[in-house]
């Protein structure tokens, strides 16, 4: 973990309002690290012998994702995951690319899609959009 890490989620804690703790410093720089979709169980591990117990690092995502600088992610995978919201507004979320072929799973942080029209009677409070297709890697060993 870089000092550069656990600077950035500092000040995200103190933009937040949240009071700096031990567990939220090392979880926040986590999902900084990341930067992407993560599991609880992958926090833990990569927290290792640092780690908080389950049930504080649950209440932490919670505390996050109340704030709104932690979204749960919208993925095919059963599990929850969790990352930054980055670039997310209120009424939406990144996109999420997810490989056909590989699996791996990218955050599209930089696409602004136009928000769905709702049928009528219909109030969209909120869009999160999946994609599927090929990954640059998996584009190129097709091209082979
Ligand atoms: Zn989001
Ligand atoms: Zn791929
Ligand atoms: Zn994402």
Same mark, same amino acid.
């Given at each position: 973990?870089?000092?550069?890490?656990? =600077?950035?989620?500092?000040?995200?804690?103190?933009?937040?309002?949240?009071?700096?703790?031990?567990?939220?410093?090392?979880?926040?720089?986590?999902? /900084?690290?990341?930067?992407?979709?993560?599991?609880?169980? =992958?926090?833990?591990?990569?927290?290792?012998?640092?780690?908080?117990?389950?049930?504080?690092?649950?209440?932490?995502?919670?505390?996050?994702?109340?704030?709104?600088?932690?979204?749960?992610?919208?993925?095919?995978?059963?599990?929850?995951?969790?990352?930054?919201?980055?670039?997310?507004?209120?009424?939406?979320?990144?996109?999420?690319?997810?490989?056909?072929?590989?699996?791996?799973?990218?955050?599209?942080?930089?696409?602004?899609?136009?928000?769905?029209?709702?049928?009528?009677? /219909?109030?969209?409070?909120? =869009?999160?959009? =999946?994609?599927?297709?090929?990954?640059?890697?998996?584009?190129?060993?097709?091209?082979?």
């Amino acid at each position: 973990m870089t000092p550069g890490i656990r =600077q950035e989620a500092r000040e995200l804690l103190r933009r937040s309002g949240l009071r700096l703790t031990g567990p939220r410093e090392a979880i926040l720089s986590v999902l /900084f690290e990341v930067a992407g979709p993560i599991t609880h169980e =992958q926090i833990t591990a990569k927290l290792a012998a640092g780690a908080p117990n389950k049930v504080t690092i649950y209440r932490v995502l919670e505390s996050f994702v109340e704030a709104g600088i932690v979204h749960r992610a919208f993925l095919a995978e059963r599990a929850w995951h969790f990352e930054l919201a980055d670039n997310c507004t209120e009424d939406q979320c990144h996109p999420h690319f997810t490989c056909r072929s590989c699996e791996a799973t990218h955050c599209f942080t930089d696409a602004a899609l136009p928000m769905t029209k709702s049928p009528r009677g /219909f109030t969209v409070l909120h =869009q999160r959009v =999946q994609l599927e297709g090929l990954c640059p890697a998996c584009n190129e060993k097709k091209a082979m």
